[in-house]
């Protein structure tokens, strides 16, 4: 009996080793610009998402340069040595389990949101006008601002979850992720918008819209995050 052993790794790594291989062994050399991340997808047989996943990784590991709009370049042919990084989970899977929570812990939010929380909430909104007035954008804000919804809705397992996807979310890849997604100045700008509008539902303790405000900002990041590149 002859078997195959199956690997469980995540599809963005095993993806992300196939073009690590192909730099690292001189098929494409230090400035030349990788296949376009559609053409990618079609010869690895993968979707877009999971192409843009594993370039992303490559970037974190020091090989590729990712210009939004461009491409992706070869930066350095590494010597083999360098990791990708493997442990951190899927930036598309970690918005798609927060598209699923996060809406309903808004909701509840709203409904449980004590003075000290509702004071916090105020000043980190605050911060992202200032950071944005300057052209800034900040994971640290962004965890903020949900963190403090997920104190504020009052369930100590839905904020443990929380903790845990934002854990995720801190991740390299993902927080490199986000940070394409944030260069861009309308993204930024749609961000806060909505930031602001889901920090006043729950604090006019408006739990339908807050969820919906909630909704909508994630589906809005999850499009961004799936929007064609290059
Ligand atoms: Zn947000």
């Given at each position: 009996?002859?078997?195959?052993?199956?690997?469980?790794?995540?599809?963005?790594?095993?993806?992300?080793?196939?073009?690590?291989?192909?730099?690292?062994?001189?098929?494409?050399?230090?400035?030349?610009?990788?296949?376009?991340?559609?053409?990618?997808?079609?010869?690895?047989?993968?979707?877009?998402?999971?192409?843009?996943?594993?370039?992303?990784?490559?970037?974190?590991?020091?090989?590729?340069?990712?210009r939004v709009g461009v491409g992706a370049f070869v930066k350095s042919?590494?010597?083999?040595?360098?990791?990708?990084?493997?442990?951190?989970?899927?930036?598309?899977?970690?918005?798609?389990?927060?598209?699923?929570?996060?809406?309903?812990?808004?909701?509840?939010?709203?409904?449980?949101?004590?003075?000290?929380?509702?004071?916090?909430?105020?000043?980190?909104?605050?911060?992202?006008?200032?950071?944005?007035?300057?052209?800034?954008?900040?994971?640290?804000?962004?965890?903020?601002?949900?963190?403090?919804?997920?104190?504020?809705?009052?369930?100590?397992?839905?904020?443990?979850?929380?903790?845990?996807?934002?854990?995720?979310?801190?991740?390299?890849?993902?927080?490199?992720?986000?940070?394409?997604?944030?260069?861009?100045?309308?993204?930024?700008?749609?961000?806060?918008?909505?930031?602001?509008?889901?920090?006043?539902?729950?604090?006019?303790?408006?739990?339908a819209t807050a969820r919906s405000a909630m909704s909508a900002h994630?589906?809005?990041?999850?499009s961004a995050m799936l929007a064609i590149w290059d």
């Amino acid at each position: 009996m002859k078997l195959q052993a199956v690997s469980n790794r995540k599809l963005y790594v095993q993806i992300a080793d196939q073009i690590r291989d192909q730099i690292v062994s001189g098929t494409a050399n230090v400035g030349q610009q990788l296949p376009s991340e559609r053409d990618l997808a079609i010869s690895l047989g993968v979707s877009r998402p999971t192409v843009r996943e594993a370039l992303i990784a490559l970037e974190v590991a020091g090989l590729v340069e990712v210009r939004v709009g461009v491409g992706a370049f070869v930066k350095s042919q590494g010597g083999g040595t360098i990791g990708l990084p493997e442990h951190n989970h899927s930036p598309i899977e970690i918005i798609g389990a927060r598209r699923l929570i996060e809406p309903e812990v808004a909701a509840l939010a709203a409904q449980n949101i004590g003075p000290e929380s509702k004071g916090k909430l105020l000043r980190i909104v605050d911060t992202m006008h200032a950071e944005i007035a300057t052209n800034r954008w900040s994971s640290e804000s962004d965890r903020a601002l949900h963190t403090v919804i997920a104190e504020a809705c009052n369930n100590l397992v839905l904020r443990e979850i929380l903790t845990s996807l934002w854990d995720s979310r801190s991740e390299e890849l993902d927080t490199r992720f986000h940070q394409h997604l944030a260069d861009i100045s309308s993204v930024r700008k749609h961000i806060l918008n909505d930031h602001s509008q889901i920090a006043t539902a729950i604090i006019n303790a408006d739990s339908a819209t807050a969820r919906s405000a909630m909704s909508a900002h994630l589906r809005y990041v999850e499009s961004a995050m799936l929007a064609i590149w290059d």
